[in-house]
């Protein structure tokens, strides 16, 4: 064997075989002494990028013009350019040098991992203790109220034993409820844990990397991270004895007082440390711009309605038609499902897990399509479901109208169970019109937001279900009063309206303030809205049955 060409040889100059050549090209990736540079320059049929031997990681040939040097990142469409490319198909984005990117991105994978480990680990280790105090507390509150049961039923003979049994099977049910909800915290937060330690991992690997691609291809998670699940506050029922009468044993027995589990937003929401929360504040931008625009198949007599993101590259659409599709930014279509009973949905929502659930008025049912499968969550008696959106904790908020088209409530369901009703305000008034749509959105402080079409207004309730405000259109004048139709809200807790009959969006913030108007579009009859993860707009026209991509913030 050639002891040059054996494992255990130096690196030499692939020209000249020159032993430990101190330069590297990028682009043809071969080791080169100094001697042999200025032939291999000669060769014109490629670019060349030839730099020290310890900076070869530094260079990457472009995807689009293979014969040349990445010189640039377009942060607009997130990947490396070069310079042809900036004359193409990315004339007029915004770049930076790649360089100056892959150090930033270095910067940036520096403070996620001291974060993880020095601020969010520790914050998600806590919480998992006291969901073990709480726990615990849930099990001996139980057998304190099993020990009061019995008692008392002593004092009652045969009489009670049937109503015992029925108190302890009510306890067992409450356990389980409550034991269930705790559970799911407990197994969603060791799980996100797991992921940050994982993330951990991956940053650590990625600091010691000299790989262009991989650095640059970097997505930070900490924001995602930052936020901490909502506390579980559980209710422990009571049980409240009575005096015997036998003719009356069920009512004087006594009963355990009701129990329930409100779901309370951390008030300290993590930001990055040692940095100004202003940090990660989007402002609006002076002229929002159409950044896609995405022609879909539906035809004249199945008009757009509905838009939800599944991703930053991939949007779920109805109409009315019975079937759903998924498209991809290019227009494509990537998945079509059609409704389970054959009439069209009145709404599509995607949940935490990326599965897609929709409304079905005339079944009166809400469903799940979990990858090729299809399951009826909710079957509902004297109401039908009209919208629905996803929450931050994978609830889901259902607008439904009574049978009689007089009564319109928000239901919030988690999974099957329902956990609250939103009908009426402090004074027993409705706080929504009567029939009609009414698309809705949690908001990231954890507001719920109705675009209600009927009243010309959005009506925003806290979490509890008491009402903030209520929104009735710009101080500009308009020639058609303010319809409201898709509602979206986006990172900055903004609130964003399609406003169908003036063809445009109304954009205020978390406390009803009006911001400005997304009227310079080329909007026409704008139904349903969502935004992706970086605050992307995405309005589905409902005549011209597209799909637009609108750029509003930094």
């Not at 039923?153 to 409550?178: A, T």
């Not at 996100?192 to 330690?197: C, L």
Request: with cysteine; proline share 4%.
């Amino acid at each position: 064997m050639d002891p040059r060409r054996s494992a255990q040889d130096v690196l030499r100059c692939q020209l000249c075989d020159t032993p430990v050549p101190p330069l590297y090209c990028g682009i043809c990736h071969i080791h080169l002494c100094k001697a042999c540079v200025g032939d291999h320059l000669l060769d014109e049929s490629s670019e060349h990028k030839v730099v020290p031997f310890d900076k070869r990681g530094l260079t990457t040939k472009c995807q689009k013009h293979t014969t040349k040097v990445c010189e640039l990142y377009c942060e607009e469409c997130d990947t490396s350019i070069c310079a042809t490319c900036v004359s193409s198909e990315h004339k007029g984005h915004q770049f930076t040098e790649i360089l100056k990117y892959f150090e930033n991105q270095k910067e940036a994978i520096q403070k996620d991992l001291e974060e993880l480990k020095i601020s969010i680990n520790p914050k998600y280790q806590e919480i998992v203790s006291r969901i073990s105090v709480q726990k615990a507390d849930l099990s001996n509150n139980s057998q304190k109220l099993t020990s009061a049961i019995n008692k008392h039923g002593e004092d009652m003979h045969r009489e009670v034993d049937i109503i015992i049994k029925s108190l302890k099977s009510n306890i067992d049910e409450i356990d389980s409820k409550q034991l269930a909800v705790l559970n799911k915290q407990e197994d969603e937060i060791k799980r996100t844990i797991s992921e940050i330690v994982q993330c951990t991992t991956d940053l650590e690997k990625l600091l010691n990397s000299s790989d262009i691609n991989l650095v640059t291809a970097y997505k930070s998670r900490n924001t995602e991270f930052r936020k901490l699940p909502p506390k579980l506050k559980v209710s422990l029922p009571s049980f409240s004895p009575q005096k015997i009468n036998k003719e009356q044993l069920y009512e004087q027995f006594g009963s355990l007082s009701s129990f329930f589990i409100n779901i309370e937003a951390h008030d300290n929401t993590m930001d990055a440390p040692g940095a100004d929360t202003s940090a990660s504040y989007k402002p609006l931008i002076d002229e929002p711009r159409i950044v896609k625009d995405i022609n879909t198949g539906y035809g004249k007599q199945n008009q757009l309605r509905s838009v939800s993101c599944l991703s930053d590259e991939h949007i779920w659409t109805s109409g009315y038609g019975s079937i759903m599709r998924l498209y991809n930014l290019q227009g494509e279509l990537m998945k079509s499902v059609k409704s389970k009973s054959g009439t069209w949905p009145r709404d599509i929502a995607v949940t935490q897990n990326g599965d897609l659930v929709y409304t079905d008025y005339e079944d009166r049912s809400i469903n799940m399509v979990k990858n090729t499968e299809m399951q009826t969550l909710i079957k509902l008696q004297g109401w039908k479901p009209r919208n629905v959106c996803c929450t931050s904790s994978d609830d889901l908020l259902v607008v439904m109208n009574s049978n009689d088209g007089r009564k319109d409530k928000v239901v919030r369901y988690s999974g099957s169970m329902e956990k609250q009703t939103i009908e009426l305000n402090d004074k027993g008034q409705p706080l929504y019109s009567s029939y009609e749509f009414k698309y809705i959105k949690e908001n990231k402080n954890l507001d719920i937001c109705v675009a209600d079409y009927t009243a010309g207004a959005v009506v925003v309730v806290n979490q509890a279900g008491k009402l903030r405000f209520t929104f009735t259109s710009s101080p500009s004048s308009t020639k058609t009063p303010f319809k409201p139709r898709g509602i979206a809200t986006d990172s900055q807790s903004r609130i964003l309206v399609a406003d169908w009959d003036n063809n445009r969006i109304h954009i205020i913030d978390k406390d009803g303030k009006f911001l400005r108007l997304i009227d310079n579009c080329n909007l026409q009859h704008p139904w349903g809205l969502c935004v992706d993860a970086r605050d992307n707009l995405f309005v589905a026209e409902y005549t011209r049955r597209k799909i637009k991509k609108i750029k509003y913030c930094n």
